[in-house]
């Protein structure tokens, strides 16, 4: 179990984590999702003890790591997969690890075989393409056969294939009751990984959910004639509604069809289409983060304020 209690991380005048609380369980893949520069890697390097928090605390099984006895044996990291001795062969990058931590070259094969490097595991790093050394990243957490790993964006640079492997490496490790917490910025990977959800946005929590909830939210697909949208935005917003525009016409929010429907025939307003439908993860996403992105296309910016 991961236990993050009034996390705290400023650089100067920047909060990069701000207050942060949340329980990371075993058992399942817990995502942890927020747009870039939400403070998502600072919390895995305070919870990893890379960083000093100005307040707060990161336990991992009810210590901080530095605290724990050889700790490669209780976490495994996957960090920055491209922060390796290039010269080395993948067999001996991991056996420098491993013997570092105590572990025979038994495990480190093993790990090579789960990662489905055997083959290549005498070539030098140098030569390994970036879903290579993921894979690399990945074999070297599993090496002390831990019950918590943390995973900083495991699927970039992977195949398809590969983030086939990945998925169910990271489902079937959770399913031995390990604790599973994984960063991506990929919000349909997570959709099909991921058991429960923590979401942040400026260094602070926006949701910390079962991953059903999040997209169990409804949508309402709209479509009035172009003249009336003016009027139908107002008086969905006014009603509670959140509302977007797409292509196909207008994506509400917190309101069901059957209050919208009434809503709108009462004003007299033709709607020419009406449906209810789940949201995708990604759309639900989008929804929660909307006002804690830091970065994004001026005309995006635009239209958020219109
Ligand atoms: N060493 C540092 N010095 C100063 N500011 C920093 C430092 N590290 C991070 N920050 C700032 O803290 C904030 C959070 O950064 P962080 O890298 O944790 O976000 P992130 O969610 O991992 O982003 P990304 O998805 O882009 O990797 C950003 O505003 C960043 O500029």
């Given at each position: 179990m991961i236990e993050v209690t009034g996390l705290v991380k400023r650089y100067g005048a920047v909060a990069a984590v701000d207050g942060l609380t949340f329980t990371v369980q075993p058992g399942r893949v817990t995502g942890f999702l927020g747009p870039n520069g939400a403070g998502k890697s600072t919390t895995l390097r305070l919870i990893l003890g890379l960083d000093r928090a100005t307040a707060g605390r990161a336990l991992i099984a009810g210590l901080p790591l530095r605290e724990l006895a050889r700790p490669i044996t209780r976490v495994g990291v996957l960090l920055d997969a491209s922060a390796v001795h290039a010269g080395r062969s993948a067999r001996?990058?991991?056996?420098?690890?491993?013997?570092?931590?105590?572990?025979?070259?038994?495990r480190v094969d093993a790990c090579l075989e789960l990662a489905g490097l055997s083959a290549v595991a005498g070539r030098r790093i140098r030569g390994f393409s970036l879903g290579m050394r993921q894979r690399l990243g990945i074999a070297a957490a599993l090496l002390g056969d831990p019950d918590v790993l943390l995973f900083d964006e495991p699927v970039n640079g992977l195949d398809a294939e590969g983030v086939q492997w990945a998925r169910t490496l990271m489902r079937d490790l959770a399913a031995q009751g390990r604790t599973v917490f994984v960063s991506?910025?990929?919000?349909?990977?997570?959709?099909?990984t991921a058991d429960h959800l923590v979401v942040i946005g400026r260094g602070r929590l926006l949701a910390d959910v079962p991953i059903g909830e999040l997209i169990a939210t409804g949508l309402l697909e709209l479509r009035v004639p172009e003249p009336d949208t003016g009027t139908v935005v107002g008086l969905l917003a006014e009603a509670g509604g959140d509302v977007a525009a797409d292509q196909s016409g207008l994506v509400v929010r917190g309101l069901d069809a059957d209050q919208a429907g009434e809503l709108?025939?009462?004003?007299?307003?033709r709607v020419t289409h009406l449906a209810q439908r789940r949201s995708s993860l990604e759309?639900?996403?989008?929804?929660?983060?909307?006002?804690?992105?830091?970065y994004r296309a001026p005309r995006a910016r635009e239209e958020a304020r219109s």
């Amino acid at each position: 179990m991961i236990e993050v209690t009034g996390l705290v991380k400023r650089y100067g005048a920047v909060a990069a984590v701000d207050g942060l609380t949340f329980t990371v369980q075993p058992g399942r893949v817990t995502g942890f999702l927020g747009p870039n520069g939400a403070g998502k890697s600072t919390t895995l390097r305070l919870i990893l003890g890379l960083d000093r928090a100005t307040a707060g605390r990161a336990l991992i099984a009810g210590l901080p790591l530095r605290e724990l006895a050889r700790p490669i044996t209780r976490v495994g990291v996957l960090l920055d997969a491209s922060a390796v001795h290039a010269g080395r062969s993948a067999r001996s990058h991991l056996r420098a690890i491993a013997a570092a931590g105590g572990i025979g070259d038994r495990r480190v094969d093993a790990c090579l075989e789960l990662a489905g490097l055997s083959a290549v595991a005498g070539r030098r790093i140098r030569g390994f393409s970036l879903g290579m050394r993921q894979r690399l990243g990945i074999a070297a957490a599993l090496l002390g056969d831990p019950d918590v790993l943390l995973f900083d964006e495991p699927v970039n640079g992977l195949d398809a294939e590969g983030v086939q492997w990945a998925r169910t490496l990271m489902r079937d490790l959770a399913a031995q009751g390990r604790t599973v917490f994984v960063s991506s910025h990929l919000m349909a990977e997570m959709q099909n990984t991921a058991d429960h959800l923590v979401v942040i946005g400026r260094g602070r929590l926006l949701a910390d959910v079962p991953i059903g909830e999040l997209i169990a939210t409804g949508l309402l697909e709209l479509r009035v004639p172009e003249p009336d949208t003016g009027t139908v935005v107002g008086l969905l917003a006014e009603a509670g509604g959140d509302v977007a525009a797409d292509q196909s016409g207008l994506v509400v929010r917190g309101l069901d069809a059957d209050q919208a429907g009434e809503l709108l025939r009462a004003a007299g307003v033709r709607v020419t289409h009406l449906a209810q439908r789940r949201s995708s993860l990604e759309e639900a996403y989008l929804a929660l983060t909307g006002e804690s992105v830091d970065y994004r296309a001026p005309r995006a910016r635009e239209e958020a304020r219109s």
